[in-house]
């Protein structure tokens, strides 16, 4: 059963012109204004950036902000999708807050950013209670056609911060410690997920000796539009 896990504020339609040093997106507005938004997505934005493409932003409310708008959707192939990816966090934080993911369940508490493992890390959240869990999460975006819908997958580029967080888990994992990947697929279209292989064998490879010891692999989908995120369900995996 699908659940609204986060409403957005209102947003401003608009046009992208154009995104450039990273963290600029110039986007033409409905009423014909150029306004500068700033692209909480660093990376390489694979497929998920194109010049033309309806997109909204949303504007801060602190007259502190740098720039007072953000970038928040794009709407390709019929599809709106997310491209803040400090929103996820947020999102599994207030989701796990309310045991919405029952392949995590038991727990009692949850704790954000605890440091972990041999290589100076930081997990995202910790579930503790009965045994502790450790979960990552990691925004997904790119895809490749499938046969009647899209597959998702992760990394769109080579990631060393990815490779150290699949190490940590795994030495975890072959503990006995609980751990798991939450990928949230931020658009709806998504049949199934698996390593963005094309983009980093390494990574691929890594993920597949992370299961193998143990770790849960959730990818989880997420409907996207002007007026929310709607959790899905779990996706189908392929390793």
Same mark, same amino acid.
């Given at each position: 059963?699908s659940?609204?896990?986060?409403?957005?504020?209102?947003?401003?339609?608009?046009?992208?012109?154009?995104?450039?040093?990273?963290?600029?997106?110039?986007?033409?507005?409905?009423?014909g204004?150029?306004?500068?938004?700033?692209?909480?997505?660093?990376?390489?934005?694979?497929?998920?950036?194109?010049?033309?493409?309806?997109?909204?932003?949303s504007?801060?409310?602190?007259?502190?902000?740098?720039?007072?708008?953000?970038?928040?959707l794009?709407?390709?192939?019929?599809?709106?999708?997310?491209? *803040?990816?400090?929103?996820?966090?947020?999102?599994?934080?207030?989701? %796990?807050?309310?045991?919405?993911?029952?392949?995590?369940?038991?727990?009692?508490?949850?704790?954000?950013?605890?440091?972990?493992?041999?290589?100076?890390?930081?997990?995202?959240?910790?579930?503790t209670?009965?045994?502790?869990?450790?979960?990552?999460?990691?925004?997904?975006?790119?895809?490749?056609?499938?046969?009647?819908?899209?597959?998702?997958?992760?990394?769109?580029?080579?990631?060393?911060?990815?490779?150290?967080?699949?190490?940590e888990?795994t030495?975890?994992?072959?503990?006995?410690?609980?751990?798991?990947?939450?990928?949230?697929? *931020?658009?709806?279209?998504?049949l199934?997920?698996?390593?963005?292989?094309?983009?980093?064998?390494?990574?691929?490879?890594?993920?597949?000796?992370?299961?193998?010891?143990?770790?849960?692999? %959730?990818p989880?989908?997420?409907?996207?539009?002007?007026?929310?995120?709607?959790?899905?369900?779990?996706?189908?995996?392929?390793?």
């Amino acid at each position: 059963m699908s659940t609204l896990v986060y409403p957005y504020p209102p947003l401003l339609s608009g046009v992208l012109v154009k995104r450039y040093k990273r963290f600029f997106a110039d986007i033409c507005l409905s009423d014909g204004t150029i306004v500068t938004a700033h692209c909480p997505n660093t990376g390489p934005m694979t497929a998920v950036c194109e010049v033309g493409a309806e997109v909204r932003i949303s504007q801060a409310t602190s007259a502190k902000r740098r720039l007072a708008y953000t970038w928040e959707l794009i709407y390709l192939d019929q599809t709106w999708i997310g491209i *803040n990816t400090h929103l996820p966090n947020r999102v599994v934080g207030q989701a %796990l807050a309310q045991h919405i993911f029952i392949e995590l369940l038991p727990y009692e508490h949850v704790q954000a950013e605890v440091r972990y493992g041999t290589e100076n890390s930081r997990i995202d959240f910790l579930l503790t209670g009965i045994a502790p869990t450790y979960v990552e999460v990691k925004n997904t975006t790119w895809t490749q056609p499938m046969a009647k819908g899209k597959l998702a997958l992760f990394p769109d580029t080579v990631t060393t911060r990815g490779h150290k967080h699949l190490r940590e888990l795994t030495r975890l994992a072959e503990q006995g410690v609980a751990t798991a990947l939450i990928y949230f697929v *931020n658009r709806g279209d998504c049949l199934a997920f698996a390593p963005g292989e094309q983009a980093d064998p390494e990574y691929g490879r890594l993920l597949r000796l992370a299961a193998a010891a143990g770790m849960l692999i %959730l990818p989880y989908s997420f409907e996207v539009s002007p007026e929310g995120l709607v959790f899905k369900g779990r996706l189908p995996l392929i390793l």
